[in-house]
């Protein structure tokens, strides 16, 4: 079993910038790929950004220039640095892990975005 926690999450104004952070313990295997998806109240779950063990980044077009996405393997944690925040980047941000064939998931973190 893997767990996986978030931080970071918090209220900020249009423009501003949030760093998540994810950490993950348990049985994690050296090759896996960790990513962000977020959920927007009354929409569905969709990929933010991922990254493998080995480095490879992807990243949702709405996000591109303007969310970066990385981790220490040494620590297991994944981190996301968002910037230039939009009010329709509001959401709950889930940390995920996928590693051979198993997925696992975060519970959780509110990023809302407002003046």
């Known amino acids: 079993q893997v767990q996986l926690v978030e931080s970071g999450g918090g209220l900020v104004q249009p423009g501003g910038s949030l760093r998540l952070s994810c950490a993950a313990s348990?049985?994690?295997?050296?090759?896996?790929?960790m990513g962000w998806y977020r959920q927007a109240p009354g929409k569905q779950r969709e990929l933010v950004a991922g990254?493998?063990?080995?480095?490879?980044?992807n990243y949702a077009d709405f996000v591109k220039g303007r969310f970066t996405i990385s981790r220490d393997n040494g620590k297991n944690t994944v981190f996301l640095q968002m910037n230039s925040l939009k009010p329709e980047d509001t959401a709950v941000y889930y940390c995920?892990?996928?590693?051979?064939?198993?997925?696992?998931w975060g519970k959780g973190t509110l990023v809302t975005v407002s003046s």
């Open positions: 990254i493998t063990s080995g480095g490879s980044t």
């Open positions: 348990g049985s994690i295997f050296s090759i896996n790929t």
């Open positions: 995920n892990m996928k590693e051979y064939g198993m997925s696992y």
